[in-house]
């Protein structure tokens, strides 16, 4: 099964692209914004601003009801933890 890339509708602050790229590449998204800001800094702010412009208009948005496949890397907040003892 192939990923697809989607703008986030739960992790976004603008246009939920960096939030996408956390689902996409399972990073931070923290660190995404981070690079993010340093490369729109590096290249002389406009750069950075027209090709997050871009994403957002290019990405579509994640589709109502969509849930990203967790079974290849399951997230330690989703584990279930069975009682053994009992």
Do not use: Q
């Not at 340093?38 to 969509?66: H, K, M, Q, R, S």
């Amino acid at each position: 099964m192939y990923k697809k890339l989607y703008k986030s509708r739960t992790i976004k602050t603008i246009a939920g692209v960096c939030g996408g790229l956390e689902e996409y590449f399972n990073i931070d998204v923290t660190i995404i914004r981070l690079i993010w800001v340093a490369l729109t800094i590096a290249t002389g702010i406009f750069p950075g601003i027209f090709a997050y412009v871009a994403a957002a208009l290019i990405i579509p948005d994640e589709p109502v009801g969509y849930s990203k496949d967790c079974s290849s890397d399951p997230s330690p907040e989703y584990k279930v933890h069975k009682d053994e003892d009992k």
